[in-house]
């Protein structure tokens, strides 16, 4: 078998065999085949696209080519979520508790945030005392015995991924559906998921800008998962503005914190609803959709979810009184009201934009190394669709430093009013098959 019979075949618009994909992978992380033939048949994969079986086939291949974490220990179906990202994306630290509190099994591993604001373990560490070196033993067992426990990253996991993804982003090939499906689909079944819920993001903050590009990449997912055997679901939902009010780590976990108590934003707490009511189906603790809805919702009405939450905190080190004393969480110096110029109607809030002026302030990273302020970044206090006065605060700026003109010219380029109301939508399809 050669690479160029290979890209050849590809280029002129025929499927590749499981046993050409496989080739390709192994050769490419092995070193055998060179940049130049992966870019090569990248671009042509860009042009020419997949089908089902050859995008399951890339899928598998990558994740094979590393570690695959090993679940069975742990009892239950185990449902991983994933969201495409955006700005003030707290679902994961509202979810996870949730789940847990009606019988899902969680057993997550999370990473350090590169842009807006951190990664979940970085708005977890918000708390004091908690830590996510944990050992595979107390992982399972804490899993086992309180249904949710969240870990750093860690071991060999999808190497060829990492590789591909850093040629692509460097050739022009990020933007196909069958790569960045394959690349997403290929780290959730090497972190040992059962079963696999999907958030695709649409809108100026996301990575997919139009309705018709998230579609298609959910489709491909859900594809994907179901043809290697792990039920996958989705929803596409809206990033044109900020998902909740919070963008910061300590910030939108205080927002989780509220949500949890039944107190958080609108939208927030109607995006965990959703993907948490798939979440429970998959893992077979309820039969159809509305029945897990209305058992998330009496998690959160009896306490349940909250306890669990304190639980969880508590098993890893942290000082679960936060919850009741959110003051104990780290704190700016200075809160700067953003006040609106004119009176009107928001009618833009350019989540992008936003996510940079919280990043400015501190509660991003640039580069990996970079250190984060976990107490800045920004508290909305309007949103798209809100009537606003003249002179009204439209958000808040959590700084540690006063001098802010930098946020503030951003913010100016990111936040429209007008006489005229528009009514945003959160999520623009859910899809099960």
């Known amino acids: 078998m050669r690479m160029i019979d290979?890209?050849?075949?590809?280029?002129?618009g025929h499927a590749l065999t499981t046993e050409e994909i496989n080739f390709f992978i192994e050769g490419y992380v092995n070193g055998d085949i060179p940049d130049y033939q992966a870019s090569s048949l990248a671009m042509a994969i860009y042009f020419q696209d997949m089908n089902d079986d050859e995008r399951a086939a890339l899928t598998m291949a990558m994740v094979n080519s590393g570690d695959v974490i090993d679940l069975s220990a742990i009892n239950g179906i185990k449902v991983d979520k994933h969201s495409t990202g955006g700005v003030g994306d707290t679902t994961t630290l509202v979810l996870a508790p949730l789940v847990a509190a009606v019988g899902v099994p969680v057993a997550k591993m999370s990473g350090r945030g590169l842009g807006h604001t951190g990664g979940t373990i970085d708005k977890l560490e918000s708390i004091d005392g908690f830590h996510v070196e944990i050992e595979e033993d107390t992982f399972v067992k804490l899993v086992n015995d309180n249904k949710v426990a969240v870990v750093g990253q860690s071991g060999n996991l999808t190497p060829a991924d990492k590789k591909l993804y850093a040629l692509r982003d460097v050739t022009g090939t990020v933007n196909s559906i069958p790569l960045i499906a394959s690349s997403i689909m290929s780290k959730k079944i090497a972190a040992g998921a059962d079963a696999i819920v999907l958030d695709v993001k649409t809108?100026?903050?996301?990575?997919?800008?139009?309705?018709?590009?998230?579609?298609?990449?959910?489709?491909?997912?859900?594809?994907?998962?179901?043809?290697?055997?792990?039920?996958?679901?989705?929803?596409?939902?809206?990033?044109?503005?900020?998902?909740?009010?919070?963008?910061?780590?300590?910030?939108?976990?205080?927002e989780a914190i509220d949500t949890l108590k039944g107190k958080g934003p609108e939208d927030?707490?109607?995006?965990v609803l959703t993907l948490g009511s798939q979440m429970v189906v998959l893992a077979q603790q309820a039969e159809t959709l509305d029945e897990a809805r209305a058992k998330l919702q009496q998690a959160i009405q009896s306490g349940a979810a909250l306890d669990k939450f304190k639980q969880f905190i508590i098993n890893q080190g942290g000082d679960a009184t936060i919850v009741d004393h959110p003051e104990k969480l780290p704190q700016a110096t200075y809160q700067i009201e953003y006040q609106a110029q004119q009176s009107g109607y928001v009618t833009q809030l350019i989540s992008n934009n936003i996510g940079v002026a919280s990043m400015m302030l501190g509660a991003g990273r640039l580069t990996k190394e970079d250190d984060i302020d976990l107490a800045v970044g920004i508290v909305l206090n309007k949103k798209i669709g809100d009537k606003v006065e003249q002179g009204e605060s439209l958000l808040t700026i959590h700084s540690n430093r006063q001098n802010v003109d930098d946020v503030l010219q951003k913010l100016d380029e990111s936040i429209t009013i007008s006489n005229n109301n528009v009514s945003p939508t959160l999520i623009h399809k859910i899809i099960t098959d």
Do not use: C, W, Y
């Open 6 to 12: 290979i890209i050849e075949k590809k280029r002129d």
């Open 203 to 254: 809108g100026s903050g996301a990575f997919m800008k139009t309705l018709a590009d998230s579609e298609a990449l959910a489709h491909a997912m859900v594809r994907i998962g179901n043809n290697v055997g792990r039920k996958t679901m989705a929803i596409i939902s809206d990033m044109d503005q900020p998902l909740g009010r919070a963008i910061g780590n300590a910030l939108e976990l205080q």
């Open 268 to 271: 927030l707490t109607e995006l």
